[in-house]
């Protein structure tokens, strides 16, 4: 990474940087470039994939329909309803 690679980065972004920023900017980003390549060469050939890296699993309780509501009892409360529809304020356009 070079220092004019730092100030494309920084005009793109907006930002304004010191000469002395920039080229502290570049020696931090070059490790960075540096440790990334390190990480990309590890062989991971014989690693199995994981969806998640603990052990853990989600317990739910099972999906059993129960009592509903009748219509009249939903809309009873309804600050404002239309026929058999909640009439709520308009979101979009």
Do not use: W
Request: aromatic share 8%; net charge negative; glycine share 4%.
């Amino acid at each position: 990474m070079t220092t004019e690679d730092v100030r494309k980065i920084a005009d793109l972004a907006r930002l304004c940087f010191t000469d002395d920023e920039v080229e502290q900017f570049t020696q931090e980003f070059t490790k960075i470039v540096d440790y990334v390549g390190t990480i990309a060469a590890v062989d991971m050939s014989n690693v199995e994939p994981l969806s998640s890296v603990n052990d853990l699993h989600n317990v739910f309780r099972e999906d059993v329909a129960g009592e509903c509501l009748s219509t009249e009892e939903a809309l009873s409360n309804a600050p404002k309803k239309n026929e058999s529809f909640f009439k709520v304020p308009k979101v979009l356009g």
